[in-house]
């Protein structure tokens, strides 16, 4: 969301300062912070001795980019360090009331910093009311955070939520005057199970959870239900219209995949997660609910995946102790089984004016797909979006042997696969990508595989199908009613039928009737056969979407030359 901002800015406050005993001209005005060197005539003199005359650098922080500002308390006033340059007597020895504007600083791979700049001034009065200035400003921005509840997974990833959290996020919400209450959980499904029935949500302005992709999905699983719990809305019927949740998430990447965190973000680092809260950052995503006969089963945000996203989960979670390496050695144990499993998927296309899996372009802050009018509104989002010919429910009915069925409902960028399981997934469009790989030999499935970790694309392969959704279903061969199986072995053989007949009575059977399970943003699912809707912007987190090259490219830390 962006900040109402009068136009021209308004100048608020503008004086002659110093900073690291050079005078600057100071400014603030609505929307920017800036300081500009203030050429002097000894500087004008050594750069001519020395070299070309180079200009005075000029800094700008926009407003909504300051986390904070504090009266500097100063024993004695600076004095000059600088070697050829002879700071002027008035300054050095009036200088010694100051203030440290703390703000966001952008560093390489969408990382942001902390940065500080202090700024001295020659009397208390003035350097109060720099502060004063400063702080009016801050106040004015109503979208940040003040109150968070935050839960820490002390066990996700390689254990080190909690010092992660102490070390290098609470210093952060403290210097922005957030205040919050900790929760660090003691089992599984303690976050879920206290957001849904016990917090009092009303104190808070946002919920954040240190740990991985399952932490994160407790947080929504509890934070969802407890939403249409409190609007009686039922979570079993699979044709319901979902209540959006007020409150938005933070995730603090402290797991294995952190996958949401990376590809809401653009990276999975925890001091760039607590500055996009801190700035109070909004970023809708969409959620898919999973349902079995009209049960409702699970939420999922990243991946859902069936056959090998699915086998791997299962291998990796008796490696748990291994950390997150676990996922790369029943990675290469999945592969190396090549078990391919048979079903039946029928979904429901989404138009194209929500862009398709194929396109180039990807989904980036204030991406323009996302924020198609019909995305805009607050409630019953997925059913106003959804075009009438979308309406009228042309299914679309796949039969096949398949070695992956994945649907992504974003990108599922993580530091394993930069761009991710689907590149052009958006994180709020109200679709998923459903990417069906089928039956083909070891040597493609690799080639496949190694194609998420490297420039070329993924779906450019003849045993691979990708399709944008709003809705599916799918049915493992050995669920199919027993109509439709004997509809589908009247047209093969007799033989065929026979072995099909043993294989459903030993479902531990390596062949086409092999069970998998799905891979729910990491946690496995109980049922084979489920239904998939994707609910349009269903949450909020205290992010951005990943920035453009362009945007961390110094845009506002402008060193004239
Ligand atoms: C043989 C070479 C293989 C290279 C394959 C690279 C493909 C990587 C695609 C990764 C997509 C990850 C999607 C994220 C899933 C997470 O929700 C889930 C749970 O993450 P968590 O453990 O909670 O952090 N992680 C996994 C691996 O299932
Ligand atoms: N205190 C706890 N003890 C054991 N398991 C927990 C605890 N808190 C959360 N969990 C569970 O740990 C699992 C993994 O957490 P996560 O933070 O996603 O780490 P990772 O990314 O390493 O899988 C989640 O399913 C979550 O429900
Ligand atoms: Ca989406």
């Not at 990382?111 to 202090?118: G, N, P, Y």
């Not at 092999?514 to 729910?520: F, I, K, P, T, Y």
């Not at 990491?522 to 909020?540: N, S, T, Y």
Request: glycine content about 6%.
């Amino acid at each position: 969301m962006q900040e109402k901002q009068p136009k021209p800015p308004l100048l608020l406050l503008s004086s002659q300062l110093s900073l690291q005993n050079r005078g600057y001209e100071v400014t603030l005005n609505s929307a920017f912070l800036s300081w500009k060197e203030v050429e002097t005539r000894q500087k004008r003199t050594a750069a001519n001795i020395y070299g070309p005359l180079k200009a005075a650098g000029s800094h700008y922080v926009p407003v909504c980019e300051i986390i904070s500002v504090q009266e500097t308390e100063e024993d004695c006033p600076s004095t000059g360090i600088g070697k050829w340059q002879k700071v002027p007597q008035s300054l050095a020895e009036s200088n010694q009331y100051a203030f440290t504007v703390s703000y966001v600083e952008r560093t390489q791979k969408h990382r942001w910093r902390c940065s500080e700049v202090t700024l001295h001034c020659t009397d208390r009065t003035l350097c109060l009311q720099w502060v004063q200035a400063i702080r009016e400003q801050l106040s004015l921005l109503t979208i940040r955070p003040k109150r968070l509840l935050v839960y820490i997974n002390p066990y996700g990833g390689k254990h080190r939520g909690k010092r992660i959290y102490e070390q290098k996020v609470a210093p952060i919400f403290s210097r922005a005057s957030i205040s919050t209450d900790v929760i660090i959980t003691e089992r599984a499904n303690h976050a879920r199970d206290h957001l849904k029935t016990e917090a009092d949500l009303k104190k808070y302005d946002g919920v954040v959870c240190v740990g991985g992709d399952g932490m994160f999905s407790e947080i929504i699983h509890g934070l969802i239900s407890r939403t249409q719990c409190d609007s009686g809305v039922d979570q079993n019927r699979a044709d319901e219209t979902l209540i959006p949740c007020s409150l938005r998430i933070g995730i603090i990447p402290a797991g294995s995949t952190d996958c949401i965190c990376y590809a809401t973000v653009g990276s999975n680092d925890p001091v760039t997660s607590a500055l996009h809260i801190v700035v109070g950052d909004s970023q809708p995503m969409d959620v898919c609910s999973i349902h079995h006969n009209n049960t409702f089963l699970r939420y999922s945000v990243s991946l859902l995946g069936y056959g090998f996203y699915g086998d791997v989960l299962t291998d990796s979670e008796r490696k748990r102790w291994m950390g997150p390496a676990r996922y790369d050695i029943s990675g290469v144990k999945t592969f190396l089984s090549h078990h391919y499993y048979e079903g039946t998927i029928s979904f429901l296309p989404a138009d194209e004016n929500v862009g398709t899996p194929r396109d180039k372009l990807q989904c980036r802050s204030g991406c323009n797909i996302c924020r198609l009018p019909s995305a805009d509104k607050q409630v019953s989002k997925d059913e106003e979006s959804i075009s009438d010919t979308e309406k009228k429910g042309v299914w679309q009915v796949i039969r096949g042997k398949f070695l992956a069925i994945n649907a992504a409902c974003m990108s599922c960028a993580c530091p394993r696969s930069p761009k991710g399981l689907s590149p052009a997934a958006h994180l709020a469009n109200g679709t998923a990508d459903l990417i069906l790989v089928r039956k083909c030999s070891r040597f493609d499935f690799l080639r496949h595989l190694l194609r998420h970790t490297n420039k070329d694309d993924q779906f450019d392969h003849p045993f691979v199908e990708v399709y944008r959704v709003r809705q599916f279903r799918f049915t493992p061969r050995y669920e199919e009613t027993d109509s439709e199986l004997e509809l589908r072995e009247a047209e093969g053989s007799g033989r065929k039928r026979f072995f099909s007949q043993i294989c459903r009575e030993h479902p531990a059977c390596t062949c086409s009737l092999a069970h998998s399970s799905w891979n729910c943003d990491g946690e496995i699912l109980p049922h084979a056969a489920i239904q998939v809707r994707v609910h349009c912007q269903l949450i909020k987190l205290f992010a951005r979407g990943i920035e453009e090259q362009s945007v961390f490219e110094e845009p506002y830390t402008l060193s004239a030359i």
